[in-house]
């Protein structure tokens, strides 16, 4: 068979498998004429190679085993389910997901509107598209809407054996949709669970499979949970979650001798659209890493709690029933509505906990009181501050701060910025680099990194940063052994970056206005400690040092 580029509804034979104008997946050097290629058992592929027939030495290419999960499921539209489900859930559990797709539905929250299946001969082609080359460790599978498409998934995993197989039997799809006629128990029952090394049945499909037994109880879902065993899989998960009136997220474990009843507290929200796939996703991503069944049970089920409380308020489409964000980021663009730019430096008031004290002033007080005189960021600079205490006060700040738009950054603490969920961090010269930072908090917080010299302005530019805090511009007795680098180290900083930057040091009411008038596009505001904090009234001196500095800035323009 000659071949001529991609090949589109047949069966391909083996010699031509790979569209011919498609390169090889690793290509080697032209000049190397032979390669052989050694498995190790640990999955590191040595090539040793010659070159005009001499033997070259020292190529050693290390290739490190990717887990990998293959999903075998229908395509929703509204991807909240299915195909796109599973791809998220693997993707946040870090491992490669690949998709076989058996169906496409039009779907949105309110329902499935149509379906549409693959035959099965395609089926077969992707299936052996993806075994037959890419090393998968995991098969899950979702939506199989007919008795062919079991067998063909049957038959493509005899031919190429994976190391587990997760099965989840869809039937019906949240909102009541039939996505597989019951006429496919049969195959289920004879064909599909002796694959199995775990089946995830939820309630209705436990007790469809069961010829329609009732189940309405914790010793029901036992019962259920050893028959279904009995039917071939290894282990078998039923899904509590539709339990009447139980005030916890029940869900059996049975590996045909121990059980196991895996309780979490239930989530209140509509965004439950989903859930199905997700956890056997994950249960099938956790086994592709290594995890042992019960482990990855537990793990998948943990996320899929965690995703759901995190998402419980995103709104997304009309219907009864939401997807949930298995990245659990969502919230931080659309919830916080809070997100930074060079502009908020223009008076930047960074906290200090003992001058809030000798003023008798909690936290929140004095960031309110700051707010509400004109800062237009916060910075939470609490150098003593015992972490669980500074991540609650980080969350009541962001409280305060929220309303009024006011980003919070949190000084050196990347851990409290990610667990209040504040809008970014302020990192020093001996703080995480700020390339860590940006890698741990993502593109989307703020990062503001102290610089005294063209050389760490230039770094910061290259690490991500957002902005530069430089200074002392004059001396100060907030922070101890502070170099002051003056109005001239300043304008040299400013004048050498593109990025904003902010003034610190020593900078108070009778000296903020030569500050701003060094000349220098980039230099947006000033920040300061003692001089709006170590006063009987933080708002009045906020609010002082707001209208001056913007009298400032007007009479320049
Ligand atoms: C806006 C701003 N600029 C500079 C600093 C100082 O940060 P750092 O050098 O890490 O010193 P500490 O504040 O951690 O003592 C800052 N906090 N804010
Ligand atoms: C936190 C801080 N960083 C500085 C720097 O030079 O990077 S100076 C400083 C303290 C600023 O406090 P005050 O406004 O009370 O002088
Ligand atoms: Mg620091």
């Known amino acids: 068979m000659a071949c001529s580029g991609l090949l589109f509804n047949s069966f391909v034979d083996n010699k031509c498998f790979r569209p011919c104008h498609l390169k090889p997946a690793v290509s080697y050097p032209r000049s190397l004429s032979t390669s052989r290629v050694y498995l190790t058992p640990s999955l590191r592929i040595s090539m040793s190679m010659e070159e005009n027939g001499a033997p070259t030495q020292g190529l050693e290419v290390s290739r490190k085993k990717v887990p990998h999960v293959l999903t075998v499921a229908g395509s929703d539209s509204g991807a909240g389910a299915g195909i796109q489900a599973d791809l998220k859930a693997c993707a946040a559990r870090g491992v490669y997901c690949s998709t076989v797709i058996t169906a496409v539905t039009a779907q949105n929250t309110a329902g499935v509107q149509g379906i549409n299946i693959v035959p099965d001969e395609f089926v077969a082609q992707q299936l052996k598209s993806v075994l037959s080359d890419m090393e998968v460790d995991v098969v899950k599978t979702g939506m199989l809407p007919s008795i062919e498409i079991v067998k063909v998934l049957q038959r493509s995993l005899k031919e190429f054996p994976v190391r587990a197989v997760v099965v989840d039997p869809v039937m019906v799809s949240t909102s009541g949709d039939v996505l597989a006629d019951p006429s496919i128990l049969s195959s289920f029952r004879e064909e599909l669970l002796m694959m199995a090394d775990i089946l995830t049945p939820n309630l209705k499909e436990a007790s469809n499979l069961l010829g329609g037994m009732r189940l309405e109880t914790v010793a029901d879902m036992r019962h259920a949970a050893k028959l279904l065993h009995s039917l071939g899989p290894r282990s078998v998960l039923v899904k509590g979650g539709d339990l009447p009136e139980s005030f916890d997220a029940v869900d059996v474990f049975f590996d045909g001798e121990e059980y196991h009843e895996l309780r979490s507290p239930r989530v209140k929200t509509r965004n439950t659209h989903g859930t199905g796939c997700t956890l056997a ?211 040299t900083v400013c004048l050498a970056s593109k990025l904003p930057v902010v003034a610190i040091g020593g900078i108070n009411a009778s000296n903020a206005i030569p500050v701003l008038g060094i000349g220098a596009p980039n230099l947006k505001g000033v920040a300061v400690v003692s001089a709006v904090f170590d006063r009987s009234s933080v708002a009045t001196e906020t609010r002082n040092l707001h209208s001056m500095l913007t009298e400032a800035v007007s009479k320049a323009n």
């Open 281 to 491: 996703s994950c249960i099938a991503a956790e086994l592709a890493k290594g995890s042992s069944m019960l482990s990855a049970v537990k793990l998948a089920k943990r996320y899929v709690e965690t995703a759901l409380e995190y998402s419980k308020d995103i709104i997304l489409g009309n219907g009864a029933q939401g997807p949930f964000d298995h990245f659990l980021r969502l919230k931080h663009n659309s919830g916080t509505g809070v997100t930074f730019s060079g502009n908020d430096l223009f008076l930047y008031a960074v906290t200090d906990s003992g001058m809030n004290e000798k003023w008798g002033r909690p936290m929140e007080v004095a960031v309110k009181e700051a707010i509400e005189g004109g800062a237009s960021i916060i910075q939470l600079r609490e150098k003593t501050a015992e972490t669980r205490k500074f991540i609650e006060t980080a969350k009541a700040c962001l409280e305060i701060c929220r309303p009024y738009k006011v980003p919070l950054l949190i000084n050196d603490r990347i851990d409290v910025a990610l667990a209040s969920d504040a809008d970014g961090v302020h990192l020093g010269q001996s703080d995480t680099p700020a390339q860590v930072a940006r890698a741990l908090l993502g593109p989307e917080k703020a990062i503001g990194v102290s610089c005294k010299t063209v050389e760490q302005a230039h770094k910061a530019w290259l690490d991500g940063a957002d902005y530069i805090g430089c200074g002392g511009v004059y001396p100060t007795s907030t922070k101890a052994n502070n170099t002051t680098v003056g109005l001239d180290g300043l304008k």
